[in-house]
């Protein structure tokens, strides 16, 4: 049999950047995200067109035992002091795990599982981020440039953003020019 070369996609390590056009772009702007931020007249007075992020997606198999490999571009910016970040899911099959790998700038994956315990892990180019299944994933950018990160997990996960409408356990803000982290409080 003659070997066959194929040419794998190129991701560029410094800007996350594929070389092959994705299968798939999706932009999500601050009108797409009504009741994530704490801040709800900050959001309505906001440009709602401004982009909070885009996942690129490449265009790989799917189904049983695939996997789908993207890049989130979370952008730089705040609602009220709340720093921009994605809307945040549970995998829809709850025992799916993903792995994230920062590329480029600074920011928080804060994770949440089913019992709401809550850790956060900070992102920069090269960490390694093992998400466990049972475990909500929210990207944070607390920078001042684009955070981008590489992401695998299984194409049959699927996303439960519905489990987490009332939002994750904690927010990430700046107070006095730092990061804090405050517990949401109910009622
Ligand atoms: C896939 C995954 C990422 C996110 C992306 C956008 O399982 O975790 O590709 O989908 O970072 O975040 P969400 O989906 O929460 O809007
Ligand atoms: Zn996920």
Redesign the pocket.
């Known amino acids: 049999m003659k070997p066959v070369l194929s040419q794998p996609p190129h991701v560029d390590w410094l800007t996350g950047a594929f070389s092959r056009t994705p299968l798939l772009r999706k932009t999500?702007r601050l009108a797409d995200l009504p009741g994530v931020f704490a801040d709800h007249s900050g959001w309505q007075q906001a440009d709602p067109q401004q982009i909070v992020?885009d996942?690129e997606m490449l265009d790989t198999l799917s189904g049983s035992g695939e996997l789908?490999t993207?890049v989130?571009h979370l952008y730089p910016g705040k609602v009220g002091n709340e720093y921009f970040m994605?809307?945040?899911?549970f995998?829809a099959l709850r025992e799916q795990g993903?792995v994230y790998f920062g590329l480029r700038g600074t920011g928080l994956l804060l994770l949440q599982d089913e019992q709401g315990e809550m850790h956060l892990e900070p992102v920069v180019a090269g960490s390694v981020h093992i998400i466990p299944g049972y475990t909500a994933?929210?990207?944070i950018n607390t920078g001042t440039e684009i955070l981008s990160?590489l992401?695998v997990?299984s194409s049959t996960?699927g996303?439960d953003?519905a489990a987490l409408a009332g939002g994750f356990a904690w927010r990430v803000v700046e107070e006095n020019r730092q990061v804090q982290v405050r517990e949401v409080q109910n009622g």
């Open positions: 999500t992020y996942v789908f993207g989130t994605t809307r945040g899911h995998h993903e994933h929210r990207l990160a992401a997990w996960a996303h953003y």
